[in-house]
C-alpha cells in the first residue's frame, strides 16, 4: 500500500503563487503516472495536471495551463507543483494521486489508485 502526504498548501492573495509537495512512501513501481486533483467547495473534484514518472511527461487542465508547472524528483519519490499568478476560483482542496497500474486515458478520465489528505490553498482577491 503506497501512502501520499501533501504539503505546501495555505493561503495566498490572488497574483502570487504556492508550491505543493507531495511524498509518496516507499515502493518498487518504475513506471507510473501521478499527479494533482482538486476539489472546491460545491464542485467535482478536478485533475489539473499529471506527469509520467518514466519519461517526466506532462498533462495540464486549459484551467492551469500556463500558470502551474508539475515536477517530480523520482530519487525522492516527491512531487511537485508550482503554482503561479493564482486566482481566487484556485481555491480549493488540493489532492495529490498516483496510478501505479493500467492505461492512463488523460486527466479528464483518470482514476488514480491512491490519494493523499490533501492540502487547501485559499486564495483572497
Known amino acids: 500500500q503506497v501512502q501520499l502526504a501533501e504539503s505546501g498548501g495555505g493561503s495566498v492573495q490572488a497574483g502570487g503563487s504556492l508550491r505543493l509537495s507531495c511524498t509518496a512512501s516507499?515502493?518498487?513501481?518504475?513506471?507510473?503516472?501521478w499527479g494533482w486533483f482538486r476539489q472546491a467547495p460545491g464542485k467535482e473534484r478536478e485533475g489539473i495536471a499529471a506527469?509520467?514518472?518514466?519519461?517526466?511527461?506532462?498533462y495540464y487542465a486549459d484551467s492551469v495551463k500556463g500558470r502551474f508547472t508539475i515536477s517530480q524528483d523520482s530519487a525522492k519519490k516527491a512531487l511537485y507543483l508550482q503554482m503561479n499568478n493564482l486566482e481566487f476560483d484556485d481555491t480549493a482542496m488540493y489532492y495529490c494521486a498516483a496510478q501505479f497500474s493500467g492505461f492512463f486515458s488523460g486527466l479528464g478520465n483518470w482514476l488514480p489508485n491512491y490519494w493523499g489528505q490533501g492540502t487547501q490553498v485559499t486564495v483572497s482577491s
Open positions: 516507499e515502493h518498487t513501481y518504475r513506471y507510473y503516472y
Open positions: 506527469i509520467y514518472s518514466r519519461d517526466g511527461r506532462t
